[in-house]
């Protein structure tokens, strides 16, 4: 911090600097990239660039978004991670064509989240990670279209069921929160993880490595399972057959094939 207690004065960004910062996607989208540039204000040059459709200001100093943001009508993605962020506008309700928000790693409390946050119909990722937030917003349970919800490193003891219920969550990460049942969150993200990891293949589809290693893994749960149970061997076993009941059987066999010919 500068001498006397003030904030560290940032870079100024001029309109010219802006437009030099704007790249294009590989899949042809526009890209205004203010990230790492010391800024501690919101640079209102870059409103005259509202026609992009990514804006990245993380990792900056900025401390406060104004409701000029809305103008971004057209923004897709918009990342402010890593800032000195203590509330949103509510005018970000209006950017209704967000499919991204990354606000991660700021100072942001429940009080400053908005309800209109339950305007952006279309968003599929919001990361809230690395806040105070002592609650979840109801309002994030209104959004239908979210695959991926960031609230790790935050101060939350519950996740409200409205969360539970979004039809298309894919990715759900609580970590590092004073859940005081912690197994109850955890049965719940794990049934995230299965519905997205589970795999069912058959062993001919199996790489010879691969089916060694599953055949590996069934073999240590069979041994755990035997002597979880602790009962007699042959019990556990009682439908195989030796080797000298098949050989005498192939016998009998060959026997009836020998007669019938």
């Not at 004065?9 to 899949?27: M, P, Q, R, W």
């Not at 205004?32 to 800024?39: H, Q, V």
């Not at 026609?51 to 103008?71: F, Y």
Request: charged letters at 25%; a positive charge.
């Amino acid at each position: 911090m500068a001498k006397g207690g003030k904030a560290p004065k940032g870079k100024k960004i001029t309109l010219n600097v802006a437009k030099n910062c704007i790249k294009i996607t590989f899949d042809g989208r526009k890209r205004l990239d203010l990230s790492k540039m010391g800024i501690t204000t919101f640079p209102k040059c870059i409103l005259r660039l509202n026609d992009v459709d990514e804006l990245d200001l993380s990792r900056n100093m900025i401390r406060k978004i104004p409701d000029s943001i809305s103008k971004f009508q057209n923004l897709r993605w918009l990342d402010l991670h890593s800032n000195y962020i203590d509330k949103l506008p509510e005018s970000i309700g209006q950017m209704t064509s967000l499919l991204f928000l990354n606000v991660s790693n700021n100072k942001l409390t429940t009080n400053g989240l908005p309800v209109e946050l339950n305007q952006l119909k279309n968003i599929r990722t919001v990361n809230l990670g690395l806040n105070h937030l002592d609650s979840v917003p109801t309002t994030l349970g209104a959004l239908k279209e979210l695959h991926e919800v960031g609230l790790n490193d935050n101060l939350l003891n519950s996740i409200p069921m409205s969360i539970s219920k979004l039809p298309k969550l894919k990715k759900l990460n609580t970590k590092r929160n004073p859940f005081p049942k912690p197994e109850e969150t955890d049965t719940f993200i794990d049934s995230i993880k299965r519905l997205e990891n589970l795999y069912l293949v058959e062993e001919k589809d199996l790489c010879p490595a691969c089916l060694r290693k599953c055949q590996h893994a069934r073999d240590k749960l069979n041994k755990i399972k035997s002597t979880a149970m602790a009962t007699p061997r042959k019990a556990i076993f009682s439908n195989l057959v030796s080797p000298n009941s098949m050989a005498k059987e192939s016998q009998e066999d060959w026997r009836l094939y020998s007669t019938s010919s």
